[in-house]
């Protein structure tokens, strides 16, 4: 069974800091990367997307990817309290499928 | 560009009775996917569309879950009879095209099965 694996949280941060969200996955065959925010009650906004190894940056994001360590991460650079979500890891499959992770909640304290 | 269109957007109803979702995807786009997203977990696929045809039903209930997407736009899910555990956000997510980068979701449609 394909896995991607995130730590629940919440991460707790306070405005300004940089806050680092981590995502593990089990299929080495998997070549495209996701970072979906999803606030309470509303439906996931993709905000970022990565498919080689190294750093990608999008404004104050930045996902990072490590392939041999099957490891993806986003940081955010000086959190908003606007930024307080509910972070989704998601890893395209072989087939094209989009598993998803059970996400990690991000709380920035102002 | 008007985004994938849901309806309806909260649906409560006692186990053992069916509910239907609707989905309109964004203009142009082939593909068509359904999730289920229960409570604190990400959302997990239900059923892919590629036009009219099923790419992958492999994750859903066939018993009592059906979906279909007549002429490759809308598409319907279907759910009889509901169980308690079918209480969960429905969303409808579409894309230009198979394995295409980037899903467009719908805003959801929240069932609460009693």
């Known amino acids: 069974q394909k896995e991607v694996e995130q730590n629940s949280g919440p991460l707790s941060v306070p405005e300004g800091a940089i806050a680092s969200l981590n995502c593990t996955y089990s299929d080495r065959g998997s070549q495209s990367f996701f970072w979906y925010r999803q606030y309470s009650g509303k439906s996931p906004e993709l905000i970022m997307s990565i498919y080689s190894n190294g750093d990608k940056e999008d404004g104050r994001f930045t996902a990072q990817l490590n392939k041999a360590s099957q490891y993806v991460s986003l940081l955010i650079r000086d959190s908003q309290p606007s930024d307080s979500a509910t972070y989704l890891c998601?890893?395209?499959?072989?087939?094209?499928?989009?598993?998803f992770g059970s996400g990690t909640r991000l709380l920035v304290r102002p | 560009e008007a985004g994938v269109a849901q309806s309806p957007r909260y649906k409560i109803i006692e186990k053992r009775q069916s509910v239907a979702f609707w989905c309109n995807p964004i203009?142009?786009?082939?593909?068509l996917y359904w999730y289920q997203q229960i409570l604190g977990q990400g959302p997990k696929l239900l059923i892919q569309?590629?036009?009219?045809?099923?790419?992958?039903d492999s994750q859903l209930p066939k018993d009592r879950f059906s979906a279909e997407r007549l002429k490759g736009v809308d598409s319907t899910l279907k759910i009889q009879p509901a169980k308690l555990e079918d209480s969960a956000v429905y969303l409808c997510?579409?894309?230009?095209?198979?394995?295409?980068?980037?899903?467009?979701f719908g805003p959801g449609t929240r069932l609460t099965v009693l």
């Open positions: 569309f590629q036009n009219n045809g099923v790419v992958d």
């Open positions: 997510a579409s894309s230009l095209y198979e394995g295409t980068d980037t899903q467009y």
């Open positions: 998601a890893v395209m499959d072989s087939s094209y499928k989009l598993i």
């Open positions: 203009s142009g786009h082939a593909t």
